[in-house]
Structures are given as C-alpha cells and as structure tokens.
C-alpha cells in the first residue's frame, strides 16, 4: 500500500511507518550506551577510592614496621635486576609446560593404553607432589643419572614439567569443547587425524587455552621464586641475599614483591589485550559488544 506525498508522488506506507519506529529505537540504544558509560565512569572512580584508601591503610601498616628507606633505595638497583632472571625462567618454563601440556591432552584423549595410561599417571604424580620437592628431585637426581644440569635449566625443567601437568588438563578441556559434528565433519572430507587437530580443532581450540594459560603464566611468576633455593640469582634471591647480609629482610622483601606485582600488571595488560583480540570473532558471531 502506498500513502500520497508533496507534489502528487506515493510513498509505500509500510516504509514511512517503520522509519520513526527505528530513529526511536536507535535513539533508545544511544541513550543506553551512554548511559552504560556513564555508569562505568563512576565505578571506576568509586575503585579508584578505595584503592587510594587501600595504599594509604597499607602505608600506615609500612610506617609502624620502622622501614629503613634509605637502605630501600640503596639496594633497590641490586634486587631489580632480577626481574630479567625471573622473567627468563617463568617465559622457557611456561613454554616448556606448553609443549608437554599439548601431548598430554592428546594422550589423555587418546584411546591408546599405554598414551592414557603415561599421561594420567604423569598428571597424577606431578600434581600430588610439592613443586618444591620437584625442584630438588630434578637438580639433584639427575646428576645421580649422569645428567649434570644447572641451576637455571633444572629449575625451568621442574617448572616446566610441574604446570605441564596442570595444564594438560585446560588444554584436554578445551579441545574437548570442540563440537563432535565438527570432528566427524572433518572425518567425512578425508582429513587424517593431524589434518583434523591442526586446521579444525586446535585453531579454535586455542581461543579457550589461552586465558587460562595466562593465568598460569602470572602463576609462575611468582612460583619462580622457588628456584631461589638452587642459587638462580632472580628476584627472591637477590632479596633475601641482602636481606640478610644486613639483617633488613622487611625492606628488601618489600622491593621484591612490589617488583613482582609490577611484571604481573604488566602481563595481565598484554594478556587482557591477547583475550580481547581473541574474542573478536566471538562477538563478531553474537552480537555482544563487552
């Protein structure tokens, strides 16, 4: 149906109805975005507040405890420069744990007894043992065997070897999440099962890997404290050794965690940016927009 307009033209009435329709609903939309940012804005300021109160309750606790800063600043160049150790070690072991983790999770979805049955007991005995008696056992078994290793490689080793294990599982449960339809798909065009795992489940595999993984990167950050106790001159070491040499541990303890919590900010950023980059085609798909 078509209504009459200026100068003898028709226009179709359905058209001229739900125009104004869509101008109110798009109207509506903005004015809930804005609204939703406005909202946002408080709530940062409102974090942002407690924040403050949180460092100013924090810097109260640091004034009764007698804090030398002079002697803080004075070693702090020392204590800092193993953040480039700790970092070293926590990026070859996460790397390493990558690697074991992914034929762990192939193993464990394996229907091979001898695959299955190394992949579980591997992921049973790693996660029921300290990582700490790990270490040890690695640095000072091997050279029983033969195998001479330093402190940093035994200590990437145990820590490679140690998240390997735990997350073998993530990895397990997000080629898991893949559709069956998906697999028996690729099945059903000729693919190989390296074929199947390489172009279709692990590319989307890794979407749901690797939050996860970076969680335990940050993890390991601070578990790489432990090899400490080989004599890895990272962070914890530097700290202590100074520490203690002067009988100063409160402060040279301090410089190492605030050090630590700095590299962690700044893994969670990139890591946060690496999810949102991830998520894109998700969103792209559903429609979400945070």
């Not at 999770?105 to 008696?133: C, E």
């Amino acid at each position: 149906m078509f209504r009459p307009c200026a100068g003898g033209r028709t226009a179709p009435i359905g058209d001229a109805q739900s125009r104004p329709e869509g101008v109110a609903v798009a109207q509506t939309k903005l004015k809930h975005i804005e609204e939703a940012k406005r909202a946002r804005k408080v709530f940062l300021v409102q974090v942002s507040l407690v924040w403050v109160g949180i460092f100013a309750g924090l810097l109260f606790v640091f004034y009764h405890f007698n804090l030398d800063f002079a002697f803080m600043v004075k070693y702090l160049p020392f204590i800092m420069r193993g953040v480039g150790m700790t970092v070293y070690v926590s990026v070859l072991s996460i790397i390493a744990a990558s690697v074991l983790a992914l034929f762990g999770s192939i193993a464990r979805l394996s229907k091979n007894p001898v695959f299955y049955g190394i992949s579980t007991f591997y992921v049973s005995i790693i996660r029921g043992t300290p990582l700490i008696v790990q270490i040890f056992v690695i640095y000072l078994g091997l050279p029983q065997m033969g195998i001479v290793l330093g402190a940093v490689p035994a200590g990437i080793i145990a820590l490679g070897v140690n998240y390997g294990a735990y997350m073998t599982e993530i990895f397990r449960a997000g080629i898991q999440s893949i559709g069956r339809g998906q697999i028996e798909a690729a099945y059903s065009i000729g693919m190989t099962y390296s074929q199947m795992m390489r172009r279709v489940v692990l590319p989307q595999a890794l979407r749901l890997i690797i939050p996860p993984t970076g969680n335990e990167f940050i993890a390991m950050l601070k578990d790489s404290a432990l090899v400490a106790f080989l004599g890895v001159w990272e962070l914890f070491f530097r700290a202590t050794k100074v520490g203690r040499q002067n009988f100063r541990n409160m402060e040279t303890l301090i410089i190492a965690a605030l050090f630590y919590w700095m590299v962690t900010i700044i893994f969670q950023y990139f890591q946060s940016r690496l999810e949102t980059h991830l998520a894109k085609g998700t969103r792209r798909i559903t429609g979400m927009t945070h």
